[in-house]
């Protein structure tokens, strides 16, 4: 009788689990996609910082980046002002031309409507944060000198 018990309960916490991570929504990182009919008007939202990786589906470089720029966007979300993209060179070429990309991945800052910086370091999370931080903090300095 307690073996029948037993695997009772155990399929019975499974099919619970089961159903409750298919009920939840899934959480995703804050990591917009850019097109043709976006990517101009977004990198030049005023008083905001765009940092975007540039990829294509093919790129083993791009393909080993695994989870990064999505666990970079859940890293950033709630940072006022910084806003993650990403660009897919494969379907977005007249972008890709545009923002004068070679290789595969690239990481680059964009402040009303201009590229600001390229990411050339390590591809970890906190360094990505650190840098795009550090270069949204020298955009205000500008601003306020300007102003």
Partial sequence: MDLVLTRYLCLSSILVFSLLSVSLPQTRAEVITLTAETFTDKIKE???VWFVKFCVPWCKYCKNLGTLWEDFGKEMEGEDEIEIGEVDCGLQKEVCSKADIHS????????DGE?????????????????VLEEAEKVA???LARE
Avoid: C, S
């Fill in 46 to 48: 005023k008083d905001t």
């Fill in 104 to 111: 595969y991945p690239t990481f680059k800052v964009f402040y």
């Fill in 115 to 131: 590229e600001v910086a390229k990411y050339k370091g390590k591809r970890d999370v906190e360094l990505l944060k650190n840098f």
């Fill in 141 to 143: 300095e500008k601003q």
